[in-house]
């Protein structure tokens, strides 16, 4: 029976999914905090330019952040208060980037629907909308939204991707079961704005209660597709081979076959923005881990410090990793006093015991790392290549169609940190500059933070 | 400020899979040990010596080259070394003297595993490599006890060459796969073996052999003539001490002499049945682990459970086994077709060639072959259809070297032609990547 339903074709890995913590907890606010840094760069492209001042008061929602050209999007205060500094941090991604730091004051405001009759917007008046919302693509990518749903042909199909494959998140799965009707929707607009013929909601299978609230709501709108649970199903590719059966031809953009691909935590920023005028300065984090007393589905404020929302979830005790994401991608955090941004879905939280570091061994040529690879490519030979340096090699065999899935790393029996080299390997690539192995960042793993 | 807490810092994924080399290896190990433990069980002491022999000095080369090549001693605990060391004990037969062995061991990892570079660059599997070189180096250890009397005198073997020259050449010319390749050649023209010429002469008295393997006592009684005839038979035979043969009483008066004549007069012209009778016995014996070999081979039963045991724990996969089994079976089989062989009798075409396939399939070591050396991660292609390239190739030069080559084995010698090909195979059968136009 499991092997009828859809899943995409190559590789893939099996994982344990640590899910069944969260994905029953009801979305909750968590409790606005006291002062938050905002980074100006929480999307790809240009940092946004700030138009505040020390001292300035602002409300929630009030434009701190403009966007710089095209490729850029506008940042909003997620709290009221007064702003108190302005300086450097490093994103969650490890990005440097301006942030914006303010001082709660005054009172949070409640947003009424003002817009229920959208439908008399013209497509660019919505796009528009959009792009002064700030909204970006919040599966992590954070690819701007207004640049996103513009494709410069017609496209035949949207695709919503509620996959959600990382284990431990459970936030698109917590959206997709309570605000259904919210969401098909902000699917409405999206459908407006981009005109596809088909609308399909690609769901894996192990989230029974969103599957069925979808279908119970469809209202013919979208056909919902479940799938077949397995690492990585909501790579965008990936979900386009699963759903489609297309596959998109290297180098290219999912438009270029007609594919349009939207986050369901994207299009119910989308709902707010256009129904209730809201920009994006809130969004939806799962937070989970053995160690933590009340693991769950927040919704959280932009800005919001790693170890302010740990804070008000409890932990039991001192955590010594934070990751931000899922486990899969995720990153690591050196410090816990890093902001909440766009493209935050998760944090989760891992004890001393909990962390297996193993030192890397020779490679064994098992093959698994070709078996889980959902791409088709040779992960230990490009391996092979990279670590005597020989970067072109590698990229004719395909380093650069690598997704940095890390189901090769995670897979590994003798613990080889693939993805890693070939994130390395494509930086270098990029900047066209060759770098021998010793210099790209061995995996070691370091402790931070010994005195402060 | 506060004392922060120290954060672990490394890059994704951060969860990994279970597994890990050495626990793959160690389990391999693991899953070999009840074989081993058969076959310790059914030689004896000298092939627990040899196993013994064999591992420790796996581990102790791997210990020394390691350091040499400035790593840790401690490597050999990821338990690659004494898979090797397990492996090629099996190889070998049991009353080989200890030299073999230990040069063996020292030849496949000093030389074939770590003068490529350790673990993961050998481009043979270590095990078969030094079973190659032993069987080379030392010709006479290996043929003269290539085919064994199970516990019998050690020293018998090789204290007193001269005077068992002629019986260790019948006792080796005996093995099942070669007397089979004499009898389709045509120089042996039973297809059975013929105890007369297994004996040495002073053990024929008066035209009355002095021995019968066991086997041929319990096997299947066909009729009461034959039930009586064998009755007659244990009334004047004995078992002997090793519990293996029965041997000829030593005062027998003249009638009982003739009785036993007019006996085994019956059964010589009933020669069909004692065909059917000795394959219908040793076909069993094959798969029980009871029809002699070298240590591992002997137990195809405790091989196949522990393959079956890594075939679910995924450490090897099922494709590799399946299709070198799957085409020495058919190829043999359609040999026998073709040939119109007859080993039995009474059966008709098509059961006698199932009868060869499956002695062809079972003996020899080759189940051994399937399930752990064909299968070796390092030295297999890394795609599926790789694998399934390799292993039917595995299976044909098996059946080539086994029915027109010079050795009436080769498994060994097909997986290793096989491995050196695997980097060929493996640019060959590139998995067409996502988006990729032909792979360009």
Redesign the interface.
């Known amino acids: 029976m499991n092997l009828l339903k859809k899943g995409f074709k190559r590789g893939g890995v099996k994982l344990p999914e640590h899910k069944e913590t969260t994905e029953h907890k009801k979305i909750i606010n968590a409790p606005v905090p006291k002062r938050v840094k905002i980074p100006l760069q929480q999307h790809i492209g240009k940092p946004a330019i700030p138009v505040v001042q020390i001292g300035d008061e602002v409300k929630e929602g009030t434009l701190i952040g403009k966007m710089d050209g095209d490729f850029s999007a506008n940042i909003h205060s997620s709290i009221p208060g007064k702003v108190i500094g302005i300086g450097d941090i490093y994103n969650p991604n490890a990005q440097k980037s301006r942030y914006i730091e303010i001082e709660f004051k005054g009172n949070i405001k409640y947003w009424e629907i003002k817009n229920s009759k959208w439908d008399l917007f013209s497509k660019d008046e919505l796009l528009e909308r959009i792009k002064n919302a700030g909204i970006v693509g919040m599966g992590g990518a954070t690819f701007p939204a207004h640049m996103k749903y513009k494709p410069p042909v017609p496209i035949e199909t949207l695709l919503i991707n509620g996959a959600e494959c990382e284990p431990f998140l459970t936030v698109d799965d917590r959206l997709m079961s309570e605000k259904a009707v919210e969401l098909r929707e902000g699917i409405r607009i999206l459908k407006k704005i981009l005109n596809p013929k088909k609308i399909f909601i690609g769901v894996e299978d192990n989230k029974i209660e969103a599957i069925e609230m979808l279908e119970k709501n469809s209202a013919n709108e979208y056909e919902v597709v479940p799938l077949r649970t397995r690492y990585p199903q909501g790579g965008e590719k990936q979900l386009i081979e699963a759903v489609l059966k297309v596959e998109v031809p290297s180098g290219a953009l999912p438009f270029q076959v007609g594919v349009v691909v939207a986050n369901i935590s994207t299009i119910y920023a989308i709902y707010e923005a256009i129904l209730f005028e809201k920009p994006l300065y809130e969004r939806l984090v799962t937070v989970s881990g053995q160690i933590v007393k009340w693991p769950g589905n927040y919704k959280v404020r932009i800005g919001t410090l790693i170890h302010d929302l740990l804070h008000d979830c409890q932990l039991f005790i001192n955590p010594a990793k934070i990751i931000s994401g899922g486990p899969m991608m995720g990153y690591s955090q050196l410090t816990d006093d890093t902001p909440i941004t766009k493209g935050t879905s998760g944090i989760v939280v891992f004890s001393k015991e909990e962390i297996k570091f193993k030192k890397e061994k020779p490679c064994i040529r098992c093959g698994r790392c070709m078996q889980a690879c959902p791409v088709g490519l040779f992960p230990n030979i490009m391996y092979n290549n990279i670590s005597i340096n020989d970067l072109q090699s590698a990229e004719k065999i395909g380093l650069k169609d690598c997704i940095e899935c890390g189901a090769c790393s995670f897979i590994c029996p003798s613990k080889i940190q693939l993805v890693n080299y070939f994130k390395s390997a494509k930086l270098n690539l990029k900047r066209n500059i060759s770098l021998s192995l010793n210099k790209i960042p061995r995996v070691k793993g370091f402790e931070y933070g010994k005195e402060k | ?1 506060e ?15 279970y ?3 050495s ?2 290896m160690w389990i391999v190990f693991i899953s070999l040990l009840p074989a081993a433990a058969w076959g310790v069980f059914y030689f004896g002491l000298p092939a627990l010596n040899v196993i013994l022999a064999s591992v420790f000095t796996c581990l102790i080369t791997e210990a020394v080259f390691s350091v040499w090549r400035k790593n840790s001693w401690k490597l050999i605990g ?1 338990g ?1 070394a004494a898979v090797t060391g397990i492996l090629l004990a099996f190889t070998l037969p049991p009353y080989v003297p200890l030299y073999v062995p230990i040069t063996g061991s020292f030849f496949a990892i000093g030389i074939v595993k770590q003068l490529f570079g ?4 050998n481009i043979m599997n270590p095990a078969l490599a030094g079973r190659v070189f032993v069987m080379f180096a030392w010709v006479g250890a290996m043929t003269s006890t290539a085919f064994f009397i199970p516990q019998a005198d050690q020293s018998f073997y090789y204290k007193d060459n001269e005077k068992s020259a002629i019986t260790l050449e019948a006792i080796s010319s005996a093995t099942p796969l070669g007397m089979l390749k004499n009898y389709i050649s045509g120089k042996i023209s039973s297809p059975i073996p013929d105890y007369k010429d297994m004996t040495s002469d002073d053990s024929v008295i008066d035209g009355i052999p002095a021995s019968f393997p066991k086997s041929l006592f319990e096997s299947e009684i066909l009729d009461n003539q034959d039930k009586n005839n064998q009755t007659a038979l244990l009334n004047l035979y004995q078992l002997d001490s090793s519990q293996t043969e029965y041997q000829l009483k030593k005062d027998l008066s003249s009638n009982e002499k003739e009785t036993l004549k007019q006996i085994l007069n019956i059964s010589k012209k009933e020669k069909s049945s004692a065909s059917l009778l000795y394959y219908k016995s040793y076909t069993k014996d094959l798969f029980l682990g009871k029809a002699g070999g070298s240590i591992g081979e002997v137990s195809v039963l405790f091989i196949f459970l522990g393959g079956l045991w890594l075939l679910k724990r995924r450490y090897i996969y099922w494709h590799i086994p399946a299709v070198f089994i799957g085409s020495v079976a058919a190829l043999t089989f359609l040999y026998a077709l073709s040939k119109n062989l007859i080993l039995v009798p009474e059966y008709g075409a098509v059961k006698n060639a199932f009868l060869f396939a499956y002695l062809h399939v079972l003996s020899g070591g080759l189940i051994l072959g399937a399930f752990y050396m064909a299968t070796d ?8 259809k790789g694998q399934i390239i390799m292993s039917f190739g595995i299976g044909f030069l098996t059946f080539i070297i086994r029915i027109f080559g010079g050795y009436p084995e080769g498994v060994m010698f097909a997986i290793l032609l096989m491995e050196l090909l695997v980097p060929f195979i ?1 640019k060959m059968s ?8 032909n792979n360009e």
Do not use: A, Q
Not at chain 2, 4 to 13: G, I
Not at chain 2, 118 to 121: A, L, N, Q, S, T
Not at chain 2, 377 to 384: D, F, K, N, V, Y
Not at chain 2, 430 to 437: A, L, N
């Open positions: 400020m004392k922060k807490n120290k954060l672990f810092v490394d890059p994704s994924p951060h969860i990994h899979h597994d890990s080399v626990k793959i990821d690659s350790g673990i993961g660059f991660m390092i030295t297999t292609p890394l795609t599926l493996d590139k998995p067409k990547i996502y988006g990729w136009k």
